[in-house]
């Protein structure tokens, strides 16, 4: 079992940035995708961002230019940063480490963009 813990929500006004962060219990970023969803209020969970092992990545059209995903080998980390929020990016955040086998999630992070 692997456990995986997003931080780096907070509140933030629009046009501002975030940085999320996730951290497994085992070093699992190089073995498998991994990928950022949100769900905000009223919303249903929906794909923000993903990377593979090879260190492709892929982003949501509402997100593209804006977000940007990585890993951080060193800090056995998959960061989300976040830039030029806007409020309709309040939601929580969850991080997904999944393969056809496994699919661990973590328990979000929440972001809220207001003035």
């Known amino acids: 079992q692997v456990q995986l813990v997003e931080s780096g929500g907070d509140l933030v006004q629009p046009g501002g940035s975030l940085r999320l962060s996730c951290a497994a219990s085992?070093?699992?970023?190089?073995?498998?995708?991994i990928a950022w969803y949100r769900q905000g209020p009223g919303k249903q969970r929906e794909l923000v961002a993903t990377?593979?092992?090879?260190?492709?990545?892929n982003y949501a059209d509402s997100v593209k230019g804006r977000f940007t995903i990585s890993r951080d080998n060193a800090r056995n980390s998959v960061d989300l940063q976040m830039d030029s929020l806007k409020p309709e990016d309040t939601a929580v955040y969850y991080c997904?480490?999944?393969?056809?086998?496994?699919?661990?999630w973590g328990q979000g992070t929440q972001v809220t963009v207001s003035s």
């Open positions: 997904n480490a999944r393969n056809s086998v496994v699919n661990y």
């Open positions: 085992r070093n699992i970023f190089p073995l498998y995708p």
């Open positions: 990377i593979t092992p090879g260190g492709i990545t």
